[in-house]
């Protein structure tokens, strides 16, 4: 059982930067792929961003591909959302998730354990 809670959302203006924060516990993250999804109300659940069980390699949705980074910190059983250049649209529940595999996973279903989320906010 893996344990996720997220932290880092806020109220930001357009173009400011945020990062997310996700801490696990139960067991260690380097056995898992990690991956940020946001759902914004009224609309379903996004792929953000992943990387895989090294850090040594990534994958963005496009909407975010060059503004967000992912990265992790197997050590402290940490995954990091870095979010640049935040736009409206942005504007979403964040959510880590941990995946079994080795690899990256854009699709929700590869994943096993998912946090509560954190609200980010961007105002125009």
């Known amino acids: 059982q893996v344990q996720l809670v997220e932290s880092g959302g806020g109220l930001v203006q357009a173009g400011d930067s945020l990062r997310l924060s996700c801490a696990a516990s139960?067991?260690?993250?380097?056995?898992?792929?990690m991956g940020w999804f946001r759902q914004a109300p009224g609309k379903e659940r996004e792929f953000v961003a992943t990387?895989?069980?090294?850090?040594?390699?990534?994958y963005y949705a496009d909407s975010v591909k060059g503004r967000f980074t992912i990265s992790r910190d197997n050590a402290k059983n940490m995954v990091y959302l870095q979010m640049n250049s935040l736009k409206p649209e942005d504007t979403a529940l964040y959510y880590c998730?941990?995946?079994?595999?080795?690899?990256?996973?854009?699709?929700?279903?590869?994943?096993?354990?998912w946090g509560q989320g954190t609200q980010v906010t961007v105002s125009s």
């Open positions: 139960g067991r260690t993250l380097s056995n898992f792929a």
């Open positions: 990387i895989n069980w090294s850090g040594g390699f990534t």
């Open positions: 998730a941990a995946a079994f595999g080795s690899s990256t996973y854009p699709r929700p279903d590869k994943y096993t354990y």
